[in-house]
């Protein structure tokens, strides 16, 4: 098993999901639940004759921060471009459940329970969404952890975690969305569509997906945090994430609805705010909405250290 | 094309060394796989059981694990393979990581 001191110091970007689920709770306190020794491939990709893996592609389990269980999902990428099949998302589904289940357990037992030693979930996204081989199945594994999200939602925050090397896609941009809070670091990629897709779809002239800076400053994490899309962008180190999460831990459940960006009349009136100023500047570039947020010199923000970046940019408000 | 499952028993000739405990490393990305190794009582013999999508490469894997569980000496340890093309010298080092690990 990994050093967990040494995971501290480790780029989030190229660490596994086991290393980065790790390395988030404290030391020594993960324990990994449907782990590789249970076996859990996806049947699908074996009917396909696919390579198959023994956690389908998902670490889940649980630890601790100071006194609060963490309940962790971490999703790799290397294994089918993190895309999630039914296997899965179930796994997904029932670690969320768990950390519900927990909630209310400790809550009834101990109705003065500290906020800080109630359950928090936090998930390391790295994946295309739905796992193509699956389809429907694979749908449906998203609409289910959505649905847990809600049932979560004023009993168990949910936290996002977006520094790995695929980004957040697809169906899992869509879920990434309805978590309670984002944090993300620059090398975070955060959509709906990938560039590859737009390119296929568009043309290059549209979105030059081999463009790799302006990939990042249309999906990544300095522009997440412009947009408000993500919350907190951290260094890109396990102990950055790390970090962040723990100062979130010492938050009680209802302190997250202040970092959302679905989930109520008046989020949705602010989306739309949001929609009709794209629609009113036609921007050409991130670096455009950028300026209107503020940020007179884009280009040089975009190119400052990533220190610098927290200190000086405006974020944009509608 | 199914997906193929490899199976058979190899036995070291200085068979010897034993695990504490199962150890898993790796991940299947493509050219990759991931590795199991569980100490089993086998009579000092190890088991081998490979799911790969590649086919008619069965004496390769073959010599691959048994040079592997020779050199390492194994005894009683069942090893579960999960593969996506990986080739034979990325099998081998793999193989050694996990070995590694039940040393760490």
């Given at each position: 098993?990994?050093?967990?001191?040494?995971?501290?110091?480790?780029?989030?970007?190229?660490?596994?999901?086991?290393?980065?689920?790790?390395?988030?709770?404290?030391?020594?306190?993960?324990?990994?639940?449907?782990?590789?020794?249970?076996?859990?491939?996806?049947?699908?990709?074996?009917?396909?004759?696919?390579?198959?893996?023994?956690?389908?592609?998902?670490?889940?389990?649980?630890?601790?921060i100071g006194k609060r269980p963490v309940f962790?999902?971490?999703?790799?990428?290397?294994?089918?471009?993190?895309?999630?099949?039914?296997v899965g998302g179930a796994k997904m589904v029932t670690t969320i459940d768990l950390a519900i289940g927990f909630a209310d357990e400790l809550r009834a037992a101990n109705p003065k329970i500290a906020p800080d030693?109630?359950?928090?979930?936090?998930?390391?996204?790295?994946?295309?969404?739905?796992?193509?081989?699956?389809?429907?199945?694979?749908?449906?594994?998203?609409?289910?952890v959505m649905d847990a999200f809600?049932?979560?939602?004023?009993?168990?925050?949910?936290?996002?975690?977006?520094?790995?090397?695929?980004?957040?896609?697809?169906?899992?941009?869509?879920?990434?969305?309805?978590?309670?809070?984002?944090?993300?670091?620059?090398?975070?990629?955060?959509?709906?569509?990938?560039?590859?897709v737009i390119e296929e779809e568009m043309g290059k002239d549209e979105f030059d997906a081999s463009?790799?800076?302006?990939?990042?400053?249309?999906?990544?994490?300095?522009?997440?945090?412009?947009?408000?899309?993500?919350?907190?962008?951290?260094?890109?180190?396990?102990?950055?994430?790390r970090g962040q999460v723990t100062e979130l831990c010492k938050l009680p459940v209802g302190d997250f609805e202040q970092f959302r960006r679905i989930g109520s009349a008046a989020l949705v009136e602010k989306q739309m705010r949001a929609v009709a100023l794209a629609a009113e500047m036609q921007p050409k570039d991130a670096y455009d909405v950028w300026r209107r947020a503020g940020n007179n010199d884009p280009a040089g923000l975009g190119d400052a250290p990533v220190d610098d970046f927290r200190k000086q940019a405006q974020r944009l408000s509608v | 094309?199914?997906?193929?499952?490899?199976?058979?028993?190899?036995?070291?000739?200085?068979?010897?060394?034993?695990?504490?405990?199962?150890?898993?490393?790796?991940?299947?990305?493509?050219?990759?796989?991931?590795?199991?190794?569980?100490?089993?009582?086998?009579?000092?013999?190890?088991?081998?059981?490979?799911?790969?999508?590649?086919?008619?490469f069965d004496a390769v894997w073959r010599k691959v694990l048994e040079t592997f569980v020779n050199r390492a000496k194994l005894a009683d340890v069942a090893i579960d393979i999960n593969d996506n093309n990986a080739s034979p010298a990325v099998v081998s080092m793999r193989l050694q990581q996990a070995f590694a690990e039940t040393a760490a």
């Open positions: 098993m990994a050093n967990w001191s040494k995971l501290q110091t480790r780029s989030f970007l190229e660490s596994s999901a086991r290393d980065r689920a790790i390395g988030l709770v404290d030391e020594g306190t993960f324990t990994e639940l449907a782990g590789p020794f249970d076996r859990m491939s996806s049947p699908h990709l074996v009917a396909l004759g696919e390579a198959v893996e023994f956690d389908d592609g998902v670490v889940t389990g649980v630890g601790r962790v999902i971490s999703q790799e990428g290397r294994f089918i471009g993190g895309a999630v099949g039914e030693e109630l359950p928090l979930v936090a998930i390391s996204f790295e994946t295309g969404g739905v796992r193509l081989h699956e389809s429907n199945a694979g749908l449906l594994a998203h609409a289910e809600q049932r979560a939602r004023g009993k168990v925050p949910v936290v996002a975690l977006i520094g790995s090397r695929i980004g957040c896609f697809g169906g899992m941009g869509f879920v990434a969305a309805a978590t309670d809070v984002i944090v993300m670091s620059e090398f975070g990629r955060l959509g709906l569509t990938g560039p590859e463009n790799r800076a302006l990939v990042y400053r249309t999906t990544g994490g300095r522009h997440k945090y412009i947009m408000g899309d993500c919350n907190f962008l951290v260094d890109d180190r396990i102990a950055a994430f | 094309m199914a997906l193929n499952t490899l199976e058979f028993e190899c036995k070291a000739e200085a068979a010897s060394v034993r695990l504490a405990a199962p150890v898993h490393y790796g991940v299947v990305g493509s050219g990759d796989l991931e590795v199991i190794l569980e100490p089993r009582d086998l009579e000092g013999a190890v088991t081998v059981k490979i799911t790969t999508p590649v086919a008619g």
